[in-house]
C-alpha cells in the first residue's frame, strides 16, 4: 500500500490561493466559516479517510460484490461510511441551516469529496449517489416525500441511487420505456428494467430509494414524456413500516474495476407490484435529472482526478525509493544504481501526472466556486456564472477522466513490470479509472453537449464570457517574469480556438449538424486543454505571487508543473487544429460497410 | 464472445500486395513456397487458432494459474497446444531445411504468430518463447546442448525461457549478479534468483529450459562480464534420465491480465546443487541474449497489434448490431434507433483501431521482409538491410504497444457500460494488452535505443536509409489522384522529422547527453507516427493501384482509413515538433525534490 494519496498543502493552495474560497466568507450566506473552521474540516476529512476508507482500498477490490439467493453482499464498510457520514452532517452540508444543513460552500464539498475518492472510490460511491438523489427530492419533491424518503437519506440510514439506463436506452435516453400508471391513491404503479444501477441493492442496508425514471402511460414519445419517480425497494406503509416494493435485484455486473461498487440489474414490478411516487411534475423528469446528472459528472470528474491522485503519490514514492540504472551522461557500473526518479524520462511521467491531477482539480473548484457565487449573487451577474458553469461541467467531466485514465497509466509504466501486478496500487487504480468515461454519458455525449448544445446558448455568450476569463488570467501573468512566457502561449492558443470556435459554429449556422458535430470530441479535447492550460497559468501566477513571500519546494514544483504542462501537453492543440480545419470529415463518408 | 478477431483478407493483402511476399519465391532458398501453399498455411493457422486457441481465451482468464504445494498449475490446452505446434513443425519452421527446419519465411512465421496472438496471446506466449529459447541454443551453442535441449524444444515437449530479470536488476541488466562458478566437469553451478520469468514452471511439462543470464566468478562488473547459460528445471544425467536441478518456484505474479500465462518467480541453487551449462564463449552472453531479445521485441509489438485486432473486430461487431440513438442531424424519435455505427464518433473510434493494427502489422512485415532479404543477399545489400532492421525494431516494439492499448480503449468505450463489463470480450483485452509496454524493455528503454543508439549507428546511416525507402514510397503515391494529397503530406512531415533529427543529433555531438537523451520518448512517438504514416501510404497507393483492377469495400476501406491516419493521427506530429524544438527540458532541471 501506498503512504500517501493526496497532498494537503496542495488542496489548501488550490482552495485559499488560488480559487480564493475565503472571500466567500465576507458573504453573509457563508459567515459561519473561516480559515481556521476550514483548516479544521479538511483535517477531519483527511482523518476519516485515513481510518475508514484508505485502509479498506485493496481489501474491497479483492473480495468483490457476491449475488446470492438473490441478495447483494457487499463489504461492511461500505454502510458504516454512509451511516458516519450521514450521522456528521456532510450528506446534507451544502442544504441551508433552516433545512438541517450547514451551508456548507460547494468547493469544501468537492474538496472532500475528492479526499474521500482519492482514499477509496468505491466506497464512497455510495454515500455521494445518496447525497445526490435525495437533493433531487429536495428541489423537486414534496413535503411527504421529503420527510418520508429524503431525510433518511440525509441520515445516511437509507441508500439512494438514480435508476436512469435501460437494456435499450443507454445514451438515448429518449428510447427509455420503463411505464407507470396512475392509480387512485395518487401513486403510481411501475413496471420495467433498470441496467448498471450503482448501489442499486445490498443486504445491510434497511432501504433504497431509486430515482427513477419512467413514462406515464399515455406520455409522449421521446425526453418530452419522461417524468421522475421515487421508487424504493421497501416502501412505507402505515405507521412507518415497510413492506417488499417488487424491485427485485436480477443480478450485479462483474466489472473491471471498482469491485467494490455494486452494479445492479433491477427488475420493477415483475408481479405487478411496485409503487412510485411522482416527484414534482409529470414529464419534467428529464429536466430534473439533470440536476443530479450536472452535479455527478462534476463528481465523476472529481473522482477522475481523485483516482489519478492516488496513483501519482503511489508512483511517485516508488520513483523515489527504487533504484536502477544511472545517469546516461555517466553510466560507470562502479556507481551504485539512482533512484528512479532522476531518470528524465520518469519525471516526465511523474510530471504528466502531476499536471492532470493538480490541473483538473482546480478546474472542478473554479466550477464549485461559481455554484457558491450563484447563491449570492443575482440577476445578469448570476446568470453568466450559470451560463459559465454550463459551458465549463461537459469539459469537468471529460478531462479528469481522459487525461485520468491516461495520468494512471503513466503512473502504473513508472513501476515497470512491478506495475502490472497487484502487489502496488497502481493495477487497482488504472481498473478502477477506466469507467470514468462512461459514467453519467460517455466522452462522445459530453462532447455532443458541449459542442452543440453550450457553445450555442445564447449566440456563443457562455464561450465568450470563458475567454474573458482567460484573458483575465493571462492579463495577471503578464506582469511575472516566469510566467510571462506562457500567457503568450495561452494567449496564441486561445486566438486559434476562437478561430475553430468561428469555423465550426459556422456550419452550423448552415444547418450541416452532422458535419458540425462530426468531431465534437476533438473540439472537446481541445476545450479541455485551452481550460486546463488556464488553470495552470492561474496557478503558476499565484506561486510566482506568493514566491514574494517565501520560496519553497512547493511552489518551485507549482511553476515547473505549469512549465511541463505548456511544454508538453498545450502544444497538442496544434495537431488537433489541423484536424479540426480539415474540411473532408472522414467519419461521415461513405456508409458503414467501409468499416472492415 | 466476439466472433472474429482478424480479417484474411487484410494479412493476404498484407503480404502479398502491399510486402510482395511472391517475390521472395524467386530466391532459391525460398523456392519450395507458392501463393498456393501459403493460402493453405495461412488457413491451417486460423483453423488451428479458432479450434485451439480462440475458446479458451475467456477461459484462461476466469481460471487463472494456481500456485500450490510449490507446483504451478495452468490451463492444460497451453502445452496441448505447444505440442501440436511442435510436431507440426511450426517451433522451428523458419531453420534451414537441413536442420529440420522448413525455410518458412519470417514474413510468415510473424503472421501466423499474429494469427495465433489474435486468437489467444496468452496460451501461445508459452510456444513463443520455447521457439526463441531452443534459436539461442541453436545459434549458439554446442551440438551437446543442440541435441539434448534445443532439440526437445523444438518438438513443442520441453518449455523454454528467457530468464534475464533480477529483483535489481530490470531495465538495467548490468547489475545482474546472479553467479555461476566453473566446476571441474566444464558445468557451471548456478545461484541466485529471477522474477517475472514467463513461462517459467508449470506441471504438464516434462522439463523447463532457462535461457539465463549470470556472472561468472570473477567476470567484470556490468554488460561485460554476463554469460548465457543454459539452466534446466530438470538437468539431464547417465542414460537421458532426468534429476531436479534445484531450480524453485518462489511464488507467481498476480497480474491485472495475460491470467493465463504464468509469470515465476524462481530461486536457483538455493541447496547448493543447480548445475547450467554455457552457450557459446564467457562473457558475450548479453550479444547472444539480444537476438532472442530483438526477435522477442517484434513479435510483443506483433501481439499488442494482434490484441488491438481481436479488440476492433469485437468493437465493430457490436457496432454493428447495438442500437441506439438517432442521426444528429434528424432527432426524429418516431423513427426507430440506428446501429452505433452509423454515429460519426463511433466510427472515428474504429477507423482508430483498424489505423492502429494494420499500420502496425505492415510495419511488423516490413521488418520481417529485411530479416528474410538478409538470408539471400550479402555485401553491402545485406548491411543495409541489417542497419533497417536494427532501427525499426524498436518502433515495431513501440507503435504498436503504446497504440495498440490506446486502441483498445477505444474499441472499449465503444461498447459504453458493456465495455466495462466481463459480459464483453474487451474488459479482458485490455487488460491483457497493457502488460505490452512493459515486456522485452520498456517503451522507455526502446527510446534511448531507438535515439540514443539507433539513430548515431554510423553517423545516422540507417535514418537515411529509412528516409530512402519513405521517399520511395512517396514517389509511388504521386501517381495516384486518391494518394497526392497524402504523398506531399507525408514528405512535409518528413522534412519536419529531419530536422527534429539534426536538432537532437547536433546536442548528441556536443556531448549533452542528458539534454539528447531527456525527450527520447517524444522523438519514438515522433518517429512511429512518421513510420506508420509510411505503411499506410504504401497501403494507399497499392489499395489505388488494385482498385485500377476492380473496386472493393476492401479497398475502399483501406483507402478511408488511410485518409483516417493522415487527418488525425499525422498531424499528431505538429505538437511533438513544438515540444521537441523547445530549448528547454524541464525533466532534467532541478532535483527529485521538484516533485511533491
Chains 1, 2 share one sequence.
Not at 488560488?18 to 483548516?39: A, C, G, I, M, R
Not at 437519506?153 to 439506463?165: D, R, S
Not at 462522445?444 to 445564447?458: A, E, F, N, T
Request: with cysteine.
Amino acid at each position: 500500500m501506498a503512504d500517501k494519496y493526496l497532498s494537503r498543502e496542495n488542496l489548501k493552495f488550490i482552495l485559499y490561493d488560488v480559487h480564493q474560497l475565503e472571500d466567500l466568507f465576507s458573504q453573509s450566506y457563508f459567515n459561519e466559516y473561516s480559515k481556521e473552521s476550514v483548516d479544521m474540516m479538511l483535517e477531519a476529512a483527511i482523518d476519516f479517510s485515513d481510518r475508514e476508507l484508505f485502509p479498506y482500498l485493496e481489501e474491497m477490490d479483492r473480495q468483490g460484490i457476491r449475488f446470492k439467493d438473490g441478495e447483494v453482499e457487499i463489504h461492511p464498510q461500505v454502510y458504516k461510511v454512509l451511516r458516519e457520514l450521514g450521522e456528521s452532517g456532510w450528506i446534507m452540508a451544502t442544504l441551508p441551516n433552516e433545512e438541517g444543513g450547514m451551508q456548507l460552500p460547494h468547493m469544501l464539498y468537492y474538496i472532500t469529496s475528492f479526499i474521500y475518492n482519492a482514499a477509496n472510490n468505491s466506497a464512497i460511491g455510495y454515500t455521494g449517489l445518496t447525497g445526490g438523489a435525495a437533493n433531487l427530492i429536495r428541489s423537486f419533491g414534496n413535503d411527504d416525500l421529503k420527510g418520508k424518503y429524503a431525510a433518511k437519506m440525509y441520515q445516511g440510514k437509507w441508500q439512494g441511487t438514480m435508476a436512469l439506463t435501460e437494456p435499450q436506452a443507454g445514451s438515448s435516453l429518449s428510447d427509455l420505456t420503463t411505464k407507470a400508471v396512475p392509480q387512485s391513491d395518487g401513486s403510481y404503479k411501475i413496471t420495467g428494467q433498470k441496467i448498471f444501477i450503482s448501489g442499486g441493492d445490498y443486504k445491510d442496508v434497511e432501504n433504497v430509494v431509486h430515482l427513477m425514471l419512467a413514462r406515464i402511460e399515455g406520455a409522449p414519445l421521446g425526453t418530452k414524456g419522461i417524468s421522475l419517480f421515487v421508487v424504493p425497494k421497501k416502501r412505507i406503509i402505515e405507521d412507518n413500516n415497510l413492506v417488499d416494493n417488487d424491485v427485485i435485484t436480477a443480478g450485479i455486473y462483474h466489472k473491471m474495476g471498482q469491485h467494490g461498487y455494486a452494479t445492479t440489474h433491477l427488475m420493477i414490478g415483475e408481479k405487478d407490484n411496485c409503487l412510485g411516487n411522482l416527484v414534482g411534475e409529470a414529464n419534467l423528469g428529464l429536466k430534473y435529472m439533470f440536476q443530479m446528472m450536472n452535479d455527478s459528472r462534476i463528481v465523476v470528474g472529481l473522482t477522475g482526478a481523485s483516482i489519478a491522485s492516488a496513483a501519482y503519490y503511489a508512483s511517485l514514492q516508488y520513483a523515489r525509493e527504487r533504484t536502477q540504472g544511472r545517469n546516461p551522461s555517466s553510466k560507470n557500473v562502479e556507481e551504485s544504481p539512482i533512484e528512479i526518479i532522476n531518470h528524465a524520462d520518469v519525471r516526465r511521467m511523474l510530471f504528466l501526472q502531476k499536471a492532470v491531477v493538480e490541473g483538473s482539480l482546480s478546474l472542478i473548484m473554479e466550477c464549485a466556486k461559481y455554484i457558491d457565487l450563484m447563491k449570492v449573487t443575482n440577476g445578469e451577474e448570476k446568470e453568466n456564472l450559470e451560463l459559465l458553469l454550463e459551458l465549463l461541467t461537459p469539459i469537468a467531466k471529460v478531462y479528469p477522466t481522459e487525461m485520468g485514465i491516461v495520468a494512471v497509466n503513466n503512473g502504473l509504466q513508472c513501476l515497470g513490470g512491478y506495475g502490472y501486478c497487484i502487489d502496488f496500487p497502481l493495477e487497482q487504480l488504472s481498473r478502477d479509472i477506466r469507467i470514468t468515461t462512461l459514467y453519467e454519458g460517455t466522452t462522445g455525449i459530453q462532447s455532443l453537449d458541449l459542442l452543440g448544445r453550450k457553445m450555442l446558448m445564447q449566440d456563443g455568450k457562455a464561450a465568450k464570457l470563458l475567454w474573458i476569463e482567460i484573458n483575465k488570467t493571462i492579463a495577471e501573468a503578464n506582469q511575472f517574469d516566469q510566467t510571462i512566457k506562457y500567457a503568450s502561449q495561452l494567449h496564441e492558443a486561445l486566438t486559434k480556438y476562437q478561430t475553430i470556435v468561428q469555423k465550426l459554429t459556422g456550419i452550423a449556422k448552415q444547418g450541416k449538424t452532422e458535419e458540425f458535430l462530426a468531431d465534437a470530441n476533438l473540439f472537446m479535447e481541445l476545450s479541455g486543454i485551452i481550460t486546463i492550460g488556464w488553470q495552470w497559468l492561474k496557478q503558476g501566477t499565484v506561486a510566482c505571487k506568493n514566491q514574494d513571500m517565501g520560496q519553497s519546494n512547493f511552489l518551485e514544483s507549482k511553476i515547473q508543473t505549469m512549465k511541463y504542462f505548456f511544454t508538453y501537453e498545450l502544444p497538442k492543440i496544434e495537431g488537433l487544429m489541423v484536424t479540426l480545419m480539415e474540411d473532408e470529415i472522414i467519419t461521415i463518408k461513405g456508409d458503414k460497410e467501409l468499416l472492415v
